[in-house]
């Protein structure tokens, strides 16, 4: 079965600054999704970037980006010139390639952005 | 509407009691997933729809709870007998199928007493 472990419950960050979350998983499968959510306290989960396994290259959004190491099966979220709004529980999800994308979650890390 | 809905917004209820959350998909999107989420937890799979058919029901955690999509579209979750275990925000996501990005509605949070 697959697993997806966020060791850091809690971080913080200047207003301006970088911030990396870090994230592990377990899978045998050699195709899956990796994806970075963000939930504020409204509850609404935002998806905020996402990574094919197949894919080398890290995926980027803006502000945002991931480093995907596969062999190591790490997966951390860098967040560049942090805002006051980037405030929130950000989850680490893992996805399955088949038609069935059920998503496994990591318990999250809340992240506090300090002006 | 333009995202996906779920209602109630919040339910409390008494122990006992038998509860309906309903969830209104993204139009189109065939695939709805139902998730848990405990406090201070990440959420749990609770039940897959492709369709009106559940293709997997492996996350519903004994059979007090039931999950129906009988037109393809609005899905109710179902839990009888609640207990208070089972308080927790119940999210619903949509996608457009086949691997698609999963869209989340707000939740609904269910307080059992």
């Known amino acids: 079965a697959q697993t997806v472990t966020q060791s850091q419950p809690e971080m913080s960050v200047q207003e301006a600054e970088t911030v990396t979350l870090s994230c592990t998983y377990d899978?045998?499968?050699?195709?899956?999704?990796l994806f970075w959510y963000k939930q504020p306290p409204s509850r609404q989960m935002i998806l905020v970037i996402r990574?094919?396994?197949?894919k080398q290259q890290n995926a980027t959004e803006n502000r945002f980006s991931v480093n995907f190491q596969k062999a190591a099966k790490s997966f951390s979220l860098k967040i560049s010139d942090s805002q006051l709004g980037d405030a929130a529980m950000y989850f680490c999800?893992?996805?399955?390639?088949?038609?069935?994308?059920?998503?496994?979650w990591g318990l999250g890390t809340s992240l506090a952005v300090n002006p | 509407g333009a995202g996906v809905s779920q209602t109630p917004s919040n339910k409390v209820t008494e122990k006992g009691k038998y509860v309906e959350l309903r969830c209104d998909p993204i139009?189109?999107?065939?695939?709805l997933y139902w998730y848990r989420q405990s406090l201070g937890q990440g959420p749990e799979f609770l039940i897959y729809?492709?369709?009106?058919?559940?293709?997997?029901d492996s996350g519903l955690p004994n059979d007090r709870f039931f999950a129906v999509r009988p037109e393809g579209s609005v899905s109710t979750l179902k839990i009888q007998r609640t207990e208070r275990g089972d308080s927790a925000v119940y999210l619903c996501?949509?996608?457009?199928?086949?691997?698609?990005?999963?869209?989340f509605g707000p939740g609904t949070r269910l307080t059992v007493l």
């Open positions: 729809f492709q369709g009106t058919g559940a293709a997997d």
């Open positions: 899978t045998s499968e050699s195709d899956y999704y």
């Open positions: 999800a893992y996805g399955g390639a088949g038609n069935n994308r059920k998503l496994i």
């Open positions: 139009s189109g999107h065939t695939a």
């Open positions: 990574q094919e396994a197949y």
């Open positions: 996501a949509s996608s457009p199928g086949l691997g698609g990005e999963q869209f």
